[in-house]
């Protein structure tokens, strides 16, 4: 939780494991990654046992490299898929139980801003439709009305994946998955409206067909959520498993989606905007630049 934590005594770093060297000398700790270094530096999750062509998987990846300070960031998460990849990453990882992930961000990002005041640390919330929507739908929304100043990011596959293809609030009407066989009778719970009506400061919906596009979106999210008020980001990570989607047709299947009912959208307040507006011409000041 900090780029102290990552030193070792001096001399002693040549008898620490390369993959560790490697993270220390070549990771984005302590300064701000950008997509197209992807290949050049140690990146914080390299290795995890999800499926192959797992859109969640690439999305959770991608996130990762947009945080803005990997140094400074703990992620909760809890039961699903997304787990399984968040574990395996080199940031502080904290599994709430399958209700209460907000409550648990909510508790740790006001610890964190009683004992670190100099020190701003992000926490970012990161978990399935049925950790978001369903069975942590009441914390979430009370974190939201509390405006707590942290990320919530939901991997919307549309499915309960992780526990053999139940419905969840977030599959569409009509869709047949093994657990409903004769479709679901409901409409998709509207996340993005109950977020507007909650007063969240960053909204943001996106699939990752545009890899750029989720690096600056994640990025933005949670530096508006470290100063200004709650943010909330909707990806659409398919599970190919439950849909039967070809591992190599899995960004088809994710620009299909985007193109019919899933297409990028980004609503925020007008302080957040104009926050944004500050940090991007503070980036681009010369002596910022000589800092980088």
Not at 16 to 43: A, C, H, N, W
Not at 44 to 56: Q, S
Not at 186 to 193: A, L, N, P, R, S
Request: overall charge neutral; charged content about 25%.
């Amino acid at each position: 939780m900090a780029l102290k934590t990552l030193k070792v005594a001096p001399g002693f770093m040549r008898f620490m494991p390369k993959e560790y060297q490697d993270l220390v000398e070549k990771g984005p700790f302590g300064r701000q990654i950008k997509l197209s270094e992807l290949g050049t530096f140690k990146e914080v999750l390299e290795e995890h046992p999800m499926c192959e062509g797992c859109a969640m998987a690439l999305f959770i990846r991608l996130s990762l490299i947009g945080l803005p300070n990997p140094e400074h960031t703990i992620i909760v998460g809890t039961a699903g898929c997304g787990r399984l990849a968040l574990a395996q990453a080199a940031i502080p990882f904290v599994y709430g139980n399958y209700c209460d992930t907000n409550g648990v961000a909510s508790g740790i990002k006001r610890g964190l801003a009683i004992r670190f005041p100099e020190q701003d640390k992000d926490v970012v919330v990161m978990a399935g439709d049925g950790g978001i929507a369903d069975i942590g739908f009441s914390q979430v929304m009370h974190a939201w009305f509390r405006k707590e100043k942290f990320t919530t990011v939901m991997l919307d596959n549309e499915v309960y994946g992780n526990t053999g293809g139940q419905e969840s609030g977030m599959t569409c009407r009509g869709t047949v998955v093994k657990m409903a066989p004769t479709g679901k009778q409901f409409e998709k719970i509207d996340m993005i409206g109950l977020a507007q009506n909650a007063g969240v400061s960053y909204i943001a919906r996106l699939t990752p067909t545009n890899p750029g596009r989720v690096v600056s979106t994640i990025r933005k999210a949670v530096l508006v959520a470290r100063k200004i008020g709650p943010a909330y980001v909707q990806a659409y990570t398919s599970c190919n498993i439950e849909y039967s989607i070809p591992p190599d047709r899995v960004l088809d299947d994710a620009r299909q989606v985007e193109k019919e009912r899933y297409g990028y959208l980004e609503i925020m307040t007008d302080e957040a905007k104009s926050y944004l507006a500050q940090v991007e011409a503070e980036t681009r000041t010369p002596e910022a630049v000589a800092t980088v």
